[in-house]
């Protein structure tokens, strides 16, 4: 049996937490893409758009990650394609952190409007041009702390796609796991890589919060 | 090309995950609020000493993947001498979990109890912990009660991970047809749908319980 | 030997010194009321009594026992002086009756049907037997103020400490509470308050104490306050109302 030092197995989990952060970038930014198109439907004055938003939400937030990763993974082989386990982790934990990032928007969104939408309607602004000079730029600024807040979620969520079969950190950690039997120290290696990831996301996502809080009360 | 006759076989499998997957979430749900509510006490009015601890516990959980704290307390912690069941693990797992995050919201509804209710407890000669107890606990809790339930939620959904360390789930179960049919998207799809139901069925106990708990409407 | 003594206190917010030096006797059976212009240190005079502040100096004794700064200490005074609040701090998730139930049983541990009986009569006194089982947003803010009366005489104190118990009341609603009070009064409680109604000060109370810039300012009868006034302050302070 080969002898693993300590450096050789941190390594091993830093060169594949290299993919955990690629897939949370992608998942996030593709998930920010099409959670901005589900917004604009949710939002917007089609009902029929609208409640497609809804029941996409819902669905999304009414299912397990590990589910949807495995219909993704199944649900694109039906389809003839042979499909990566990449693929379908990207796929869907887009489609995931979409519905996710719609709902938080949504709701910045609708706190602003409460008490704006009045106000520009009475200036005589259509809906596009309230949404466009009024809600949205207000509703974003909002938007932000819990956005930043929501990508840890993100990281944690790639965390299942080891369960596909992608190999990221928690892949990785079984991986040296099962070759160095020592899963106290592995697995604790890995939750503090995570931890270092995820930490400095929470903690910036908090201090926004605060300074967005007194920002408001002193309006 | 979709084929769900294996359903009329194998629906027993699926009943037995759907019950243990239950069974997690209640006792997960009642130790993790329980654990949750004892560590906001610490970090908002307990002992000094302890809060670092609480604090270190509750950040932790928070930004670490459930699954791995999974594999730790599965096949980490055996090395300590701590030996579970894959049922015991995947309890354990869950209130460390739920316990964390329930922290912080019923912290965040202790936060905003009116000063006036303290001191109206201390003025009646109750200790700060009765006060906690008595007057403080219940309006916080029923404040935050939605976003209790969601996290509740969010555990329950979680909790299809288990099956990786063999608990026998819902997903344990859809694992064991699919390796069985070669029907795997027919067999996560129901699963699928099961667990939408039951995370629409858990909101409605929750909110039920929450109407049972806190019989009046406004907390103030 | 009196019931209340109040003797040197100081009490500082940082570098804001708002008590500087309180002494204040208080007999058993006496009404005294506080007057004084806001922040002069009236609230904080009765949260010191209380021990919901913890003085800097000086030494408050009630019925013999001192305040100090422990648990069993502080319980021990809080059991002898009730206080009534200007926001009334009703527990909202309870009844009138729970609310007055509750600290008698979690406090003093007395079995539930004598703590009920006690909560009956009680509000009876305040004039609510009717409404026990109300909640308190079911109550308007005079029949709030007093259910927490009836809930802080059910812990059977031997002084009770108002701070400004009328000032939230819609002004039709003052004269019940003011009411619930003079009867108190009659019945030989001790009572301290800080109140901005000088009629009423005037007609039950036996002591006035005029606060000014953390000190007693001006003390002694209320005829003798109100009717001539010997500092400035206090000419100007009544000027006011
Ligand atoms: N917890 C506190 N921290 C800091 N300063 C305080 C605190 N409580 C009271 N003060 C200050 O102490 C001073 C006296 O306050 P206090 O509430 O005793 O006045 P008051 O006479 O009751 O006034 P009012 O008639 O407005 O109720 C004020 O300057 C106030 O700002
Ligand atoms: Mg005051």
Same mark, same amino acid.
């Given at each position: 049996m080969i002898e693993f030092s300590l450096w050789d197995i941190v390594r091993n989990l830093l060169l594949a937490a290299r993919w955990t952060v690629v897939l949370s970038l992608v998942s996030f930014m593709g998930g920010a893409l099409v959670g901005t198109l589900l917004l604009f439907m949710r939002i917007g004055r089609r009902r029929v758009l609208g409640l497609f938003a809804k029941y996409y939400v819902e669905l999304f937030q009414g299912t397990p990650l590990l589910m949807q990763l495995f219909l993704a993974f199944f649900g694109l082989g039906l389809v003839g394609i042979d499909v990566p386990a990449w693929l379908a982790a990207g796929v869907a934990l887009i489609l995931w952190s979409a519905a996710f990032l719609t709902e938080i928007w949504r709701g910045c969104v609708e706190a602003i409007a409460k008490g704006q939408w009045e106000a *520009? *309607? *009475?200036?005589?602004?259509?809906?596009?041009?309230?949404?466009r000079y009024v809600i949205l730029p207000q509703a974003m600024k909002i938007a932000i702390p819990p956005t930043v807040g929501f990508s840890v979620q993100v990281i944690k969520g790639t965390a299942l796609t080891s369960i596909i079969g992608f190999v990221e950190l928690s892949k990785a950690g079984t991986v040296v796991t099962n070759a160095t039997f020592q899963p106290f120290m592995v697995y604790g290696l890995v939750a503090l890589i995570y931890f270092a990831l995820c930490w400095p996301l929470s903690k910036s996502s908090q201090v926004l919060e605060r300074k967005l809080n007194v920002?408001?009360?002193n309006h | 090309m979709f084929d769900y006759a294996w359903l009329a076989q194998y629906w027993p499998v699926l009943l037995k995950g759907i019950l243990v997957t239950i069974q997690l979430i209640t006792v997960g749900a009642a130790a993790g609020i329980a654990l949750g509510i004892a560590c906001a006490w610490v970090r908002s009015l307990g002992p000094k000493w302890l809060r670092p601890a609480v604090t270190a516990y509750v950040e932790l959980i928070r930004n670490t993947p459930f699954l791995i704290q999974l594999f730790f307390i599965f096949f980490g912690l055996p090395?300590?001498?701590?030996? #579970?069941?894959?049922?015991?693990?995947?309890?354990?797992? #869950?209130?460390?979990?739920?316990?964390?995050?329930?922290c912080e919201i019923i912290r965040a509804g202790i936060q905003a109890t009116p000063r006036g209710q303290f001191e109206a407890g201390a003025s009646l000669a109750m200790t700060p912990f009765e006060t906690f107890r008595h007057v403080i606990l219940v309006p916080s809790l029923q404040r935050i009660w939605p976003a209790l339930c969601?996290?509740?939620?969010?555990? #329950?959904?979680?909790?299809?991970?288990?099956?990786?360390?063999? &608990?026998?789930?819902?997903?344990?179960?859809?694992?064991?047809?699919q390796s069985r049919?070669?029907?795997?998207?027919?067999?996560?799809?129901?699963?699928? &749908?099961?667990?939408?139901?039951?995370?629409?069925?858990?909101?409605?106990?929750?909110?039920?319980?929450?109407?049972?708990?806190?019989? $009046? $409407?406004s907390g103030r | 030997m009196s019931l209340i003594e109040i003797t040197e206190v100081r009490k500082s917010f940082g570098a804001n010194e708002v008590l500087k030096g309180i002494n204040i006797d208080v007999d058993p059976g006496e009404v005294i009321a506080i007057i004084g212009k806001s922040g002069?240190?009236?609230?904080?005079?009765?949260?010191? +009594?209380?021990?919901?502040?913890?003085?800097?100096?000086?030494? +408050?004794?009630?019925?013999?026992?001192?305040?100090?700064?422990?648990?069993?200490?502080?319980?021990?005074?809080?059991?002898?002086?009730?206080?009534?609040?200007?926001?009334?701090?009703l527990f909202p998730h309870l009844t009138a009756g729970g609310n007055v139930v509750l600290s008698q049983m979690v406090v003093r541990k007395t079995p539930k049907a004598e703590a009920e009986a006690m909560a009956r009569k009680m509000l009876e006194r305040v004039g609510l037997g009717h409404k026990y089982d109300a909640f308190p947003d079911e109550l308007s803010g005079g029949q709030q103020q007093r259910v927490a009366i009836a809930r802080a005489l059910a812990m059977q104190p031997i002084a009770l400490l108002c701070d400004e118990i009328t000032s939230a009341l819609d002004p039709e609603l003052v004269a019940e509470v003011l009411g619930v009070v003079r009867e108190l009064a009659s019945e030989g409680m001790t009572l301290l308050m800080v109140t901005h109604e000088m009629k009423f000060a005037r007609d039950v109370c036996s002591r006035v104490v005029f606060m000014h810039q953390g000190r007693v300012h001006e003390i002694g009868k209320p005829e003798e306050v109100f009717a001539d006034p010997k500092t400035p302050e206090l000419k100007q302070f009544l000027g006011m109302h």
């Amino acid at each position: 049996m080969i002898e693993f030092s300590l450096w050789d197995i941190v390594r091993n989990l830093l060169l594949a937490a290299r993919w955990t952060v690629v897939l949370s970038l992608v998942s996030f930014m593709g998930g920010a893409l099409v959670g901005t198109l589900l917004l604009f439907m949710r939002i917007g004055r089609r009902r029929v758009l609208g409640l497609f938003a809804k029941y996409y939400v819902e669905l999304f937030q009414g299912t397990p990650l590990l589910m949807q990763l495995f219909l993704a993974f199944f649900g694109l082989g039906l389809v003839g394609i042979d499909v990566p386990a990449w693929l379908a982790a990207g796929v869907a934990l887009i489609l995931w952190s979409a519905a996710f990032l719609t709902e938080i928007w949504r709701g910045c969104v609708e706190a602003i409007a409460k008490g704006q939408w009045e106000a *520009s *309607s *009475s200036l005589g602004m259509g809906y596009v041009q309230q949404m466009r000079y009024v809600i949205l730029p207000q509703a974003m600024k909002i938007a932000i702390p819990p956005t930043v807040g929501f990508s840890v979620q993100v990281i944690k969520g790639t965390a299942l796609t080891s369960i596909i079969g992608f190999v990221e950190l928690s892949k990785a950690g079984t991986v040296v796991t099962n070759a160095t039997f020592q899963p106290f120290m592995v697995y604790g290696l890995v939750a503090l890589i995570y931890f270092a990831l995820c930490w400095p996301l929470s903690k910036s996502s908090q201090v926004l919060e605060r300074k967005l809080n007194v920002a408001h009360r002193n309006h | 090309m979709f084929d769900y006759a294996w359903l009329a076989q194998y629906w027993p499998v699926l009943l037995k995950g759907i019950l243990v997957t239950i069974q997690l979430i209640t006792v997960g749900a009642a130790a993790g609020i329980a654990l949750g509510i004892a560590c906001a006490w610490v970090r908002s009015l307990g002992p000094k000493w302890l809060r670092p601890a609480v604090t270190a516990y509750v950040e932790l959980i928070r930004n670490t993947p459930f699954l791995i704290q999974l594999f730790f307390i599965f096949f980490g912690l055996p090395s300590l001498g701590l030996q #579970m069941s894959e049922f015991q693990a995947a309890n354990l797992a #869950m209130i460390i979990n739920l316990g964390a995050y329930s922290c912080e919201i019923i912290r965040a509804g202790i936060q905003a109890t009116p000063r006036g209710q303290f001191e109206a407890g201390a003025s009646l000669a109750m200790t700060p912990f009765e006060t906690f107890r008595h007057v403080i606990l219940v309006p916080s809790l029923q404040r935050i009660w939605p976003a209790l339930c969601s996290q509740v939620i969010i555990v #329950m959904l979680g909790s299809s991970v288990v099956s990786q360390i063999a &608990a026998e789930d819902l997903t344990f179960a859809a694992n064991f047809i699919q390796s069985r049919t070669f029907r795997a998207f027919e067999a996560y799809f129901v699963s699928t &749908a099961i667990y939408l139901v039951l995370a629409i069925l858990l909101r409605q106990v929750l909110i039920a319980a929450g109407s049972f708990i806190f019989p $009046r $409407r406004s907390g103030r | 030997m009196s019931l209340i003594e109040i003797t040197e206190v100081r009490k500082s917010f940082g570098a804001n010194e708002v008590l500087k030096g309180i002494n204040i006797d208080v007999d058993p059976g006496e009404v005294i009321a506080i007057i004084g212009k806001s922040g002069s240190g009236k609230s904080t005079l009765l949260r010191c +009594i209380n021990g919901l502040e913890l003085i800097d100096n000086g030494s +408050i004794s009630v019925a013999g026992a001192g305040l100090l700064p422990d648990e069993l200490h502080l319980k021990a005074l809080r059991l002898k002086v009730g206080m009534i609040f200007q926001q009334f701090n009703l527990f909202p998730h309870l009844t009138a009756g729970g609310n007055v139930v509750l600290s008698q049983m979690v406090v003093r541990k007395t079995p539930k049907a004598e703590a009920e009986a006690m909560a009956r009569k009680m509000l009876e006194r305040v004039g609510l037997g009717h409404k026990y089982d109300a909640f308190p947003d079911e109550l308007s803010g005079g029949q709030q103020q007093r259910v927490a009366i009836a809930r802080a005489l059910a812990m059977q104190p031997i002084a009770l400490l108002c701070d400004e118990i009328t000032s939230a009341l819609d002004p039709e609603l003052v004269a019940e509470v003011l009411g619930v009070v003079r009867e108190l009064a009659s019945e030989g409680m001790t009572l301290l308050m800080v109140t901005h109604e000088m009629k009423f000060a005037r007609d039950v109370c036996s002591r006035v104490v005029f606060m000014h810039q953390g000190r007693v300012h001006e003390i002694g009868k209320p005829e003798e306050v109100f009717a001539d006034p010997k500092t400035p302050e206090l000419k100007q302070f009544l000027g006011m109302h």
